[in-house]
């Protein structure tokens, strides 16, 4: 079992930026690959990014490439997401994930999830 515990959302004007924190719980971080979704109101859960299991590999969605960063801290447990140059429609609640398999990254089948930090993004 792996539990993750989101912190850092908010309501950010357009253009700013914000820091997403996942902490995860046991000594075994750097076991799993980590991934971040967001899913808005009435739309599916989109991959925003993912990093390897010793942040050797990065993955970024479409949408979010040259603005937002992914990186983990393997001695303290935790993941981060670096979003900047914010835009109204990344207003999403994001939600951290982990899985032990570093198969397709971007699809929704990870093995456990935190409990999602809304984000919005006035214009």
């Known amino acids: 079992q792996v539990q993750l515990v989101e912190s850092g959302g908010g309501l950010v004007q357009a253009g700013g930026s914000l820091r997403l924190s996942c902490a995860a719980s046991g000594r075994t971080f750097s076991s799993y690959v980590m991934g971040w979704f967001r899913q808005a109101p009435g739309k599916e859960r989109e991959f925003v990014a993912a990093?390897?299991?010793?942040?050797?590999?990065?993955y970024y969605g479409d949408s979010v490439k040259g603005r937002f960063t992914v990186s983990r801290d393997n001695a303290k447990n935790t993941g981060f997401l670096q979003m900047n140059s914010l835009k109204p429609e990344d207003t999403a609640v994001y939600y951290c994930?982990?899985?032990?398999?570093?198969?397709?990254?971007?699809?929704?089948?990870?093995?456990?999830w935190g409990q999602g930090t809304q984000v919005t993004v006035s214009a």
């Open positions: 994930a982990v899985r032990y398999s570093d198969v397709n990254v971007r699809v929704l089948n990870y093995d456990y």
């Open positions: 990093i390897s299991r010793f942040g050797a590999s990065t």
